[in-house]
């Protein structure tokens, strides 16, 4: 049994590597980039995931669980 949520973040997270070509250097600079968007877009509702979280879950393959910004 598949269940579509995890599917759909896996795929998510797929196609974020690839368009990365699979650099976990760039792709902590992509994280970092997001973050701080979201963090000037709306600093006191911000969800943060820190740097080496996404990148333990992407050689692990588990899926990134956010922390709120306190």
């Known amino acids: ?3 579509p949520i995890i ?7 797929a196609s974020i590597a690839a368009e990365h070509g699979y650099d976990r ?3 902590l ?4 980039a997001e973050q701080a968007a979201l ?3 709306n600093p006191n509702k911000t969800v943060v995931a ?3 979280k996404v990148l333990r879950s992407l050689r692990s393959g588990s899926s990134i669980s956010a922390v709120p910004h306190l």
């Open 1 to 3: 049994m598949t269940n």
């Open 50 to 52: 820190t740097a080496g």
């Open 7 to 13: 599917e759909e973040v896996r795929a998510a997270r």
């Open 39 to 41: 963090k000037k877009k």
């Open 25 to 27: 250097t760039k792709i």
């Open 29 to 32: 600079a992509w994280a970092r």
